[in-house]
T-cell receptor
Framework: AQSVAQPEDQVNVAEGNPLTVKCTYSVSGNPYLFWYVQYPNRGLQFLLKYITGDNLVKGSYGFEAEFNKSQTSFHLKKPSALVSDSALYFCAVRVHLSGGYQKVTFGTGTKLQVIP | DVKVTQSSRYLVKRTGEKVFLECVQDMDHENMFWYRQDPGLGLRLIYFSYDVKMKEKGDIPEGYSVSREKKERFSLILESASTNQTSMYLC???????????????FGSGTRLTVV
């Protein structure tokens, strides 16, 4: 089955330290990968995507993600965490359906807690 | 500013009631989606639609139906609400089949439904 996995339910990091939120994927063909963020009582917001090209993708709010084909990973990173980065982060992958349709499948989410 | 608007932030309904969750987008997107979000399970796709009057089952369609009579509106219907349908419901939209559309979902703020 085509899917993404987020192995950590929660990540704690001190403010100012680098952060990493992990994601691995399992898809047939070339993956389209995404990261979304959800702040409390809000819908999800698109952060960044990898379609093709450079393995390091830059997105909103200073986040970036590194695509690693050999490890089938797409980890989200930020050089210096802010308290305001505390939120729920979702990794997602586009999957192909019969009939030529597509949909996006989400991981289970990782709660990021940035400690002042 | 583009928007996906869900008609209610919070709803409390009784078991057996017929429940309508409404979603409207103003971006002229072809694709619309309904997800439910539960702790530890991430987002699970209930139904989606790629065109007016078109609908496709997602991963967990049982107990739900949808209606898309106009391009901008996608309604989720709980035919007979049950307590296991207590959840956060998220509506999303995107452009049709484009690279941008494959990942550039715009989400509503969500409806937290409680069935008692």
């Amino acid at each position: 089955a085509q899917s993404v996995a987020q192995p950590e339910d929660q990540v704690n990091v001190a403010e100012g330290n680098p952060l990493t939120v992990k994601c691995t994927y399992s898809v047939s063909g070339n993956p389209y990968l995404f990261w979304y963020v959800q702040y409390p009582n809000r819908g999800l917001q698109f952060l960044l995507k990898y379609i093709t090209g450079d393995n390091l993708v830059k997105g909103s709010y200073g986040f970036e993600a590194e695509f690693n084909k050999s490890q089938t990973s797409f980890h989200l990173k930020k050089p210096s965490a802010l308290v305001s980065d505390s939120a729920l982060y979702f990794c997602a992958v586009r999957v192909h359906l019969s009939g030529g349709y597509q949909k996006v499948t989400f991981g289970t989410g990782t709660k990021l807690q940035v400690i002042p | 500013d583009v928007k996906v608007t869900q008609s209610s932030r919070y709803l409390v309904k009784r078991t057996g009631e017929k429940v309508f969750l409404e979603c409207v987008q103003d971006m002229d997107h072809e694709n619309m989606f309904w997800y439910r979000q539960d702790p530890g399970l991430g987002l699970r796709l209930i139904y989606f639609s790629y065109d007016v009057k078109m609908k496709e089952k997602g991963d967990i369609p049982e107990g739900y139906s949808v209606s898309r009579e106009k391009k901008e509106r996608f309604s989720l219907i709980l035919e007979s609400a049950s307590t296991n349908q207590t959840s956060m419901y998220l509506c999303a939209s995107s452009f049709y089949f484009s690279v941008e559309g494959a990942g550039g979902y715009t989400f509503g703020s969500g409806t937290r439904l409680t069935v008692v």
